[in-house]
């Protein structure tokens, strides 16, 4: 027991030291002969698979304790001490973050041994595996906090390595202002985050700020605030989990490497909104109504990154897009809380986006960096590994039966129907037809019809083992990781609802068996309808359209860049500007100019005094003399 | 009697010596009217039982420190020439009168609070070498002590001001 | 009478002041400033002989041995500026106008 809450301890450490090491082993070196790329990438993999190695641990020990009992906790130290309220540095494992912990250690492991492969030859070999160690590193903070403090370093870190990740090709300005629009998307939404804490704090925090002592104050809150707190919450979590209107900044964040895509901007990080919204799960259930705005905004985000996925051209826009709206969909559920459906969703999630990601990064490793899908085509036949694998993972993504995102789709989409959200039903039903569609409408332009840019394709081919190994593996889990929540209607018992029901607060509908088939049959049938178009128009070679109308509209994403570009942008930069011309050399500095100035002046008008003969300073001296004896012989009276 | 007769004498000679010294024009005069004025401000101390300092006065100051700045005047051999032209000199002492008015009236008021005393000679040997010795040697050694060290910078620091020739020279 | 003995220190050291602020001379300049220390010896030994007490006298002591030192130094000084300038007008030395 002693030890297995050390371990939750040491789990965020691993990573940490790893980048530590591994930044300063870069920041020495770089100027001089560079270190072997084996030894950063042995050094890289070493933290995350000790992480993972200890995740098994905690979670293998959790599974041993009596259900009501999963919990395990451990203080690092006392963070600071205001007053009586005393802020630790502390870690809690429980089903929820063990499961996350374990996944996230688990794919994060897999990418970076992907990345030794995808990032050879790079002149920042070193500092990329700094970063990537250090945002796992500050993943499983996120993850194991035991409080919205703790949760929120973790917060920042994994934002701040986005953002450094993001714009690690640094030499071209477009990435650097990717990042800066991440980070800055980010910002708003940290803004929502921190004064949603305040507030949390300020309504019933003073008994300890930890999740446990908040679900049990938690009934004191006035809806008011509870509900004031929630939205507040959820506008943190829309910047780091892109929903409307934040999401902005995730599609331009492709401009990182792919391995950074498929870790950071696809599998874990932008997770991590639904992760706390299932942490707050005790409030959310709470205020029903905080809950509906979060599953509307979600299925809306979903419906319109679908809508924008299905005119893409850039191979990783397209993931993007899906990202979007697959997080858009875990939102809903966790509205309308069905969370361990949403939380299923994201475990399912990672594994087959990190696939798809990482199999398109196979792809643009192959071809040279061309990300265009209309450039590409037939290449199932050069590269079989990579397009056998991405299959299965776009099979898992549209919800094909009996693939990991089946399930978890399907049980979202089930929780909406049993709940009475009939609208977040239609809506989702109708995305789970787009998702098919414009997945395989890249799956089939990619791999499949003629060869549209005959160079690149002949030299196209299979990456190394050290690529197409978690690519396998990663295939593997997007398969078969629905098996771990199969409903009962397929035989199973919902291992993974069951699992995390301690750390949630949900109530599972109990409804007929044919509203279960009827979702089960409408997504289906989705996914056939979606999946059929695509084959319809672009399985035997499709020519780039020219997009008019409604077509265009969509290829431009509505125009929303430019809009918020209008709106937000340009109106503050014209304030700024105002301020940078006007306002700041003529009030703001006038006190500064214009004292400068009167001691110029003054300067000069008192020279006059410093004659330099002495006799006249001894003058100026008694007449000080006399004035203070007038002065004296008046007050001595 | 005697004593206010010796009192007015005396101070009539020192105001008389003081007001030589701002007015005459070549220093060797100012000089010779400073002699006048430290010897009756002796005579003064002499009045006020002040037997040590009575000697000391007209030892050190009017013998010792005087015939130095009659001897440098002297080794200068100052001419008329030399001396700057003071044109304006009474519009000056016009004006000092003026403001050292205040000063002179304020000072006089704190005076005239304070009690008064006859100035009959004190008997016990009251200013005596040894009375003051014993003072100075019981009381006032510290002070003593690094009077004489201000003294010793002195002499070390004249001597390298004035004797510093040769790097004049250079 | 002992007030007397304080006006006349008044007078004197007055007229030491004017002699400091109205004459250019070097000599007369640090002449009048011996005066003023006599003044205040003046003054000390009329306030000691008020009190009968001799702590005047021992002050009185030491400003002469200030007066010594300070006589040794500042002729030094005159000899100095004598060899630069061969004047002993005070205003020749303005190097602090501003």
């Known amino acids: 027991m002693e030890h297995t809450s050390t371990y939750i301890g040491l789990t965020p ?243 990182g490497p792919t391995p950074v895509s498929a870790l950071i901007h696809a599998a874990t990080m932008v997770t991590a909104g639904v992760y706390m919204v299932a942490r707050f799960s005790f409030l959310y259930t709470h205020f029903p109504l905080a809950g509906s705005v979060v599953a509307w905004i979600g299925i809306l985000t979903a419906l319109l990154a679908a809508t924008f996925g299905m005119f893409q051209k ?6 993007a897009y899906s990202t979007v709206s697959q997080l858009g969909y875990m939102f809903a559920a966790v509205g309308i809380a069905a969370y361990s459906a949403g939380i299923f969703h994201v475990f399912t999630h990672a594994f087959f986006k990190a696939l798809l990601f990482l199999g398109a990064g196979s792809v643009i490793y192959a071809l040279h960096h061309q990300q265009d899908i209309w450039q590409m085509g037939g290449l199932k036949d050069k590269m079989p590994t990579t397009y056998k694998t991405m299959v299965i993972g776009a099979l898992a993504l549209s919800g094909a039966p009996l693939f990991s995102g089946f399930f978890s789709k399907d049980e979202i989409l089930f929780s909406a129907l049993a709940s009475g959200h009939s609208g977040i039903w239609i809506i989702g039903v109708l995305v789970a037809g787009m998702t098919a569609y414009y997945t395989f409408r890249m799956i089939f332009l990619v791999f499949h019809g003629e060869p549209r840019d005959k160079d690149l394709y ?69 996914f056939a309808i979606g ?107 | 009697m005697f004593v206010d007769g010796l009192f007015t004498a005396f101070s009539v000679l020192a105001v008389l010596g003081a007001l030589g010294l701002i007015l005459f024009r070549h220093p060797m005069q100012g000089a010779m009217s400073l002699i006048v004025t430290i010897i009756s401000l002796a005579g003064l101390y002499a009045l006020l039982s002040a037997e040590l300092i009575f000697v000391l006065q007209l030892i050190v100051y009017a013998g010792a420190i005087m015939s130095l700045i009659l001897f440098i005047i002297m080794f200068l051999n100052i001419q008329t020439k030399d001396l700057p032209e003071e044109p304006a000199r009474f519009y000056y002492f016009i004006g000092g009168i003026i403001l050292l008015v205040p ?68 | 009478m002992i007030q007397n003995y304080l006006i006349l220190s008044i007078i004197l050291f007055c007229l030491g002041i004017l002699g400091v602020i109205t004459r250019r001379n070097v000599f007369t300049v640090f002449m009048s400033i011996e005066l003023m220390l006599n003044a205040a010896n003046l003054a000390f030994l009329a306030f000691s002989r008020l009190h009968e007490s001799m702590d005047g006298h021992v002050l009185a002591m030491m400003v002469m041995a200030v007066a010594a030192a300070e006589a040794a130094l500042a002729l030094a000084v005159v000899i100095l500026l004598h060899k630069h300038k061969g004047k002993l007008d005070t205003n020749l030395f303005s190097l602090l106008k501003g």
């Open chain 1, 13 to 255: 450490l691993f990573p940490l030291l790893g980048a530590l090491v591994l930044g300063l082993m870069h920041m020495l070196t770089c100027t001089k002969t560079r270190l072997p790329e084996k030894l950063y990438g042995v050094l890289a993999c070493v933290g995350p698979l000790l992480s993972f190695f200890l995740a098994l641990v905690i979670f293998y020990h959790l599974k041993g304790l009596p259900t009501e009992e999963r919990f395990l906790s451990h203080n690092a130290f006392t963070w600071f001490a205001v007053g009586d309220l005393h802020v630790n540095m502390g870690f809690l494992a429980d089903p929820l973050s063990s499961l996350m912990l374990l996944f996230v250690t688990f794919i994060g492991s897999l990418i970076h041994i992907y990345s030794i492969g995808y990032m050879a030859g790079d002149k920042n070999f070193g500092k990329f595996f700094a970063y990537l160690n250090l945002f796992l590193g500050s993943m499983l903070i996120l993850v194991l906090g035991s409080g919205p403090i703790v949760m929120f370093v973790g917060w920042e870190g994994v934002g701040l390595c986005s953002y450094l990740l993001i714009s690690f090709y640094s030499e071209d300005t477009d990435n650097v202002l990717a990042g800066n629009k991440a980070f800055i998307v980010n910002r708003i939404g940290d803004l929502g985050f921190v004064l949603g804490m305040s507030f949390l704090f300020w309504a019933i925090g003073t008994n300890g700020f930890d999740y446990l002592s908040l679900k049990v104050n938690a009934h004191n809150l006035t809806p008011a605030i509870g509900i004031t707190v929630c939205l507040l919450l959820f506008i943190g979590a829309c910047g780091k989990s892109a929903q409307i209107p934040l999401y902005v900044w995730l599609p331009d964040a492709m401009a």
């Open chain 1, 314 to 319: 850039d191979i990783k826009k397209i993931l």
């Open chain 1, 458 to 526: 002949e030299h196209a081919k299979d990456a190394p083992p050290l690529m197409t190994i978690p690519l396998i593996i990663l295939a593997v889990g997007a398969a078969f990781a629905g098996v771990l929540n199969l409903p009962a209607i397929f035989g199973g018992s919902l291992t993974i609802s069951h699992w995390l029901a301690p750390s949630l607060v949900e109530h599972h509908p109990h409804v007929s068996i044919w509203i279960e088939i009827l979702a089960i049959v409408t997504s289906v049938a989705a």
């Open chain 1, 531 to 637: 999946i059929t178009i695509a084959y319809k128009k672009f399985a035997h070679g499709a020519e780039e359209p020219v997009y008019t109308g409604l077509g265009k509209f969509g290829y431009n994403k509505f125009y929303v860049d430019e809009i918020y570009n209008a709106v937000f942008v340009q109106p503050y930069k014209a304030v700024g500007a105002v301020i940078s011309k006007f306002l700041e050399p003529n009030v703001t500095d006038i006190h500064v100019k214009l004292s400068s100035w009167l001691y110029q002046k003054a300067g000069k008008a008192f020279k006059v005094f410093q004659v330099g003969y002495i006799r006249v300073y001894a003058i100026y001296m008694v007449i000080g003399l006399s004035l203070m004896s007038l002065f004296l012989s008046h007050s001595i009276n």
């Open chain 2, 103 to 170: 000063v002179a009236s304020f000072l006089l008021k704190i005076v005239q609070s304070l009690p008064d005393a006859e100035t009959t000679i004190v008997g016990n040997g009251f200013g005596g070498v040894k009375e003051v010795g014993m003072i100075l040697f019981q009381d006032w050694l510290l002070p003593f002590e690094i009077v004489s060290i201000l003294l010793l910078v002195a002499l070390v620091g004249s001597v390298v001001l004035a004797g510093s020739k040769r790097r004049l020279s250079k």
